[in-house]
């Protein structure tokens, strides 16, 4: 009750603090909408609490108590969800995308004016409608797996996921379904392809490989790390890329980085003796580090 009265009187200091006879109506009409969501906050109805706030922000988006007092019911919300978005980010992973639509509904119910939930929403129909489950755990559907997780996470990585889709569809050019689904990306931001740089007779990981190789000549370490991690978040075997990655990271003075990168690439290709020249140079400049000793005990 502390809280509703507090938040309450800010409103109405406010409301006075701008009182006018042009507004005089409107400032009613938000009081008594703040009264009743108020009321459904204390009741521990949150969603009808949010549609009430919603609808004052709507008359007047100036309102930043409204504002505030959504994020404050979307967090007592998530509690009560959590289960409920465990089980629709468990779906996406298994590639259940009918299923996870399913679930969304369920999750919406709980907060009908989530942005994420609503974008979500109209993404994955668009998606479920073209694949409604990833059919088998083949390489190239595994690619497209990692691709839609990209595009529909709440820190979504729509370069990646367009990178991924494309590359599942060199994988297998006959699934018509992949293409469909590149399509769908495109049109929703189509920057994608005006930005790509990719010529068409080149592959996506050959091309970013490349990519990775000029801004390494061009001491753009950074940017090639970006590149060559996106290149092994597809095939975390690809020994060139691993090897390249080496090399920026000991650019970059990230030690630990290097030898694991190109530890992985000895395993890898351990005929590749310049590899081991690599690894060698490393343990001269800077030696792993290793656990301390611990001092023996006194008899």
């Known amino acids: 009750m502390k809280l509703y009265a507090a938040l309450i009187t800010a409103f109405l200091a406010c409301a006075s603090a701008a009182a006018q006879p042009a507004v005089s109506a409107q400032a009613s009409e938000l009081k008594e909408h703040y009264d009743k969501a108020f009321g459904f906050y204390l009741a521990g109805d ?13 008359s007047d988006p100036k309102q930043v108590t409204a504002r505030n007092m959504i994020e404050e019911a979307r967090q007592k919300m998530a509690g009560s969800s959590v289960n409920l978005k ?5 779906l996406l992973e298994k590639g259940r995308y009918s299923d996870a639509l399913v679930k969304l509904e369920e999750l919406l119910s709980t907060d009908p004016t989530n942005p994420y939930y609503l974008k979500v929403q109209k993404q994955l129909r668009g998606i479920a409608a073209i694949l ?16 839609i997780l990209a595009w529909l996470g709440e820190k979504e990585d729509l370069p990646f996921a367009y990178d991924a889709l494309r590359y599942a569809g060199e994988l297998a050019p006959a699934e018509a379904s992949i293409r469909k689904l590149v ?3 495109e049109d929703e931001a189509p920057q994608l392809k005006l930005n790509d740089s990719k010529p068409e007779n080149v592959g996506i990981l050959e091309h970013k490989k490349e990519l990775a190789l000029h801004n390494i000549y ?14 092994l978040r597809l ?8 090897k390249r990655a080496g090399s920026v990271y ?28 690599y690894l060698k140079a490393l343990d001269e400049a800077a030696p792993p580090q290793t656990a301390p000793r611990r001092p023996k005990k006194r008899s």
Do not use: C
Not at 237 to 242: F, G, N, P, R
């Open 46 to 58: 949150y969603p009808r609490a949010m549609e009430y706030w919603n609808m004052i922000l709507r």
């Open 250 to 277: 000991l650019q970059l003075k990230d030690y630990p980085q290097a030898r694991q990168a190109w530890q992985k690439a000895v395993k890898l290709s351990p005929e590749d003796d310049q590899l081991k020249e």
């Open 86 to 90: 465990a089980a629709f980010n468990r």
């Open 183 to 185: 399509a769908v990306l």
């Open 132 to 147: 409604p489950r990833k059919p088998t755990a083949a390489k190239h559907w595994d690619a497209a797996g990692d691709g």
């Open 235 to 242: 095939e975390p075997e690809d020994v060139t890329a691993l």
């Open 218 to 231: 061009d001491s753009k370490f950074y940017l090639a790390a970006k590149e060559l991690e996106g290149v």
